[in-house]
């Protein structure tokens, strides 16, 4: 059964630092295509970066490109987003989502399955 699950999302001062972890069962990573969203309240998904199944990674939120970084740990069949200099809007849920054609975009509506989300909050 396919499940993604996320983890490490919390509140953080702006400046700090959050990891946040996709684990993936029930397929095998490296196959798809995997990335991440995040979304706010009243606003549409955002794409924030995302690896394809060649490992090439295109990041899609301009004002995460140089803090943000997605990494794949195919043995342990989990998606990383380490993200660095917190900003207070950065503030969101965060949602690892995968795409079976193995290609990447920032549409939501193209991604085939997604996490739960984890909340990520800055703030001081």
């Known amino acids: 059964q396919l499940q993604l699950v996320e983890s490490g999302g919390g509140l953080v001062q702006p400046g700090g630092s959050l990891r946040l972890s996709c684990v993936v069962s029930?397929?095998?990573?490296?196959?798809?295509?995997i990335g991440w969203f995040r979304q706010t309240p009243g606003n549409e998904r955002e794409g924030v970066s995302c690896?394809?199944?060649?490992?090439?990674?295109?990041n899609y939120a301009d004002s995460a490109k140089d803090r943000f970084t997605i990494s794949r740990d195919n043995a342990k069949n989990t998606v990383y987003l380490q993200m660095n200099s917190l900003k207070p809007e950065d503030t969101a849920v965060y949602y690892c989502v995968i795409r079976w054609s193995g290609s990447c975009s920032s549409y939501a509506g193209f991604y085939d399955s997604w996490g739960q989300g984890t909340q990520v909050t800055v703030s001081s």
């Open positions: 690896i394809r199944r060649s490992g090439a990674i295109t």
């Open positions: 029930g397929f095998t990573l490296d196959n798809y295509a």
